[in-house]
């Protein structure tokens, strides 16, 4: 069952999807569904025993191109709609115990130009108001497999949160003619203390309005709204840059850090979204080593975050940690030890 209910008081759709409840969780070693299908071995989600990038439809998507029927009627005040979408999973290794941060270089990128080219082709479909490409990492973020991927949601209506975003661009620029995030990162630039990483084409900071201690927004330097306007040197600074972040990430604490990764494109609804401008937001749960940060009374229940550190010293902190230039990766292979085992905070 999965369909659309209006919260007529947030005036959101809220989305059911009960089917999800059987999905796989956390399965055994040897029986992931994202690992390669290795010779003669039962077959996993991916039926060959090699690959570079994979998309998929997910095998339990809350929206898909033929929503079921729902389950109840809707009223006036509470409308009913059916769950109209796509829900792809983007699984960018065949490594099962690797990391984004350790991917390397070149795999990035191409990931990239996959997230772009679904982003054009999700966004050309009928009836597709929004494109989001993000990635779940770690369980204490509610992953249910551990093998690294990705996913792609393809929504009938363009969500709260970008949807708030581009209202208050579009507000900015009918008052002032610039562009709300161009006018960040300038002011970021000036001010300093927040910049994480500044590449050529990309700025990574701690926003002074963070909600989330290590929350980091990694913004285009130009005024694009979309993955597939980037051209190749934007994109080759991207993946650079991210692996860079990610890296610190790592360094943070000593481990391999949990993260909402939420990549943040111009709607594809077709309304006045010129003032968008793309850039991909982080969400680490950890306030320290061994505390994560609960959405709890005032986050859930009001709406209103407090974050218990300053931007200005938690992104010194990332700051400090290497690399300090994304320019200095190379496009090495995956960063293994001569075992193969992934070399974290190498
Ligand atoms: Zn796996
Ligand atoms: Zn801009
Ligand atoms: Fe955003």
Sequence with gaps: MSELRWH????EWVITA???QDRTFLPPPGHCPLCPTQPGAEPTEID???????????RFPSLSERPPRPAVEGTDLTPVASAFGRCEVVVYTPRHDITLAEVDVRRIRHLIG?????TRELGAVEGVAYVYVFEN???????TLHHPHGQIYAYPAVPPVPAQESAAAREHRDQTGGCLWCGLMEQEERDGRRLVLRSEHWQAVVPSYARWPYEVHLTARRHAGWLHELTPSEVEDLARTLKALLLKYDRLFGFSLPY????HQRPTDGGDHDAYHLHIEFYPPNRTERKLKYLAGSEAGAGAFI????PEETAARLRELPPQDAAELVDADELV???GRPLVGA
């Design 260 to 263: 909402v990764m939420a990549v």
């Design 307 to 310: 974050n218990d550190t300053l």
């Design 114 to 118: 996959v997230w772009a080219d679904r």
């Design 337 to 339: 030890d001569p075992e």
């Design 18 to 20: 009960t089917h999800r």
């Design 137 to 143: 990492k770690g369980e204490s973020i509610g992953v």
């Design 48 to 58: 060959r025993p090699d690959f570079d990038i994979v998309v998929f439809e997910n």
């Design 8 to 11: 007529p008081l947030r005036r």
